[in-house]
């Protein structure tokens, strides 16, 4: 299975700054069909989980332009450029390249 | 609107059969692969089990294979999960979750249900 670690576990922030997460997996990620199914998704408290990024770096529709994802191989980031209160929750990587879908620990954001 | 709603958790003793249901609307049930993906309390996210549109495919982590059986009924836009032989590392959190699959993109999980909580325990 692919294992997905995300650093920090804990990231205590203050609003209007910059925060970043790092996810690497144990294996590459690129598919056969040439993309690279890494995930993002944030999950406030009480609530499902909430798709932020696919495939690397694309936003779905409605997520704000302040989160950003990069990375290749199987080195990646989130990065929020400026925290809002809103953000507080904790966020996941996952991987959908190879089944078992995997996902990280979790990061849990904090002001 | 997409919605997906799920139900049938609830309080079983370990060795227990449950069936967990997702009533979705708002879009064409039978164009998506769907998911479940369970949560233990104050855990992380585990993928449990994923089918085709069609239902033709079924696929499913270690931990499920063999006590765990995903099926589908397109005509009634419902996802189930017919769970057995649960054991207390089963008690979560289970959300249905569909994936967007098209030309374009795909593997897009773009909407989770709220999720229905399975609590084994004698």
């Known amino acids: 299975d692919v294992v997905m670690t995300q650093t920090p576990l804990s990231s205590p922030v203050t609003l209007g700054q910059p925060a970043s997460i790092s996810c690497r997996s144990s294996?590459?990620?690129?598919?056969?069909?040439?993309?690279?199914?890494m995930n993002w998704l944030q999950q406030r408290p009480g609530q499902p989980p909430r798709l932020l990024i696919y495939?690397?770096?694309t936003r779905l529709s409605g997520v704000p332009d302040r989160f950003s994802g990069g990375g290749a191989g199987t080195e990646f980031t989130l990065k929020i450029s400026r925290v809002e209160a809103e953000d507080v929750g904790v966020y996941y990587c996952?991987?959908?390249?190879?089944?078992?879908?995997?996902f990280g620990q979790g990061t849990k954001l904090e002001i | 609107e997409v919605q997906l709603v799920e139900s049938g958790g609830g309080l079983v003793q370990p060795g227990g059969s449950l069936r967990l249901s997702c009533a979705v609307s708002?879009?064409?049930?039978?164009?998506?692969?769907m998911h479940w993906i369970r949560q233990a309390p104050g855990k992380g996210l585990e993928w449990v089990s994923s089918?085709?549109?069609?239902?033709?495919?079924?696929i499913y982590a270690d931990s499920a294979k063999g006590r765990f059986t995903v099926s589908r009924d397109n005509p009634k836009n419902t996802l189930y999960l017919q769970m057995s032989s649960l054991r207390a590392e089963d008690t979560a959190v289970y959300f249905c979750?569909?994936?967007?699959?098209?030309?374009?993109?795909?593997?897009?999980?773009?909407?989770w249900g709220q999720g229905t909580l399975v609590t084994v325990s004698s």
């Open positions: 979750v569909r994936e967007v699959c098209t030309n374009e993109v795909c593997k897009l999980f773009d909407y």
């Open positions: 708002g879009f064409t049930f039978s164009n998506y692969w």
């Open positions: 089918i085709r549109g069609a239902g033709t495919t079924t």
């Open positions: 294996q590459g990620l690129v598919e056969n069909d040439g993309n690279t199914y």
């Open positions: 495939k690397v770096s």
């Open positions: 996952m991987q959908a390249t190879h089944f078992p879908y995997t």
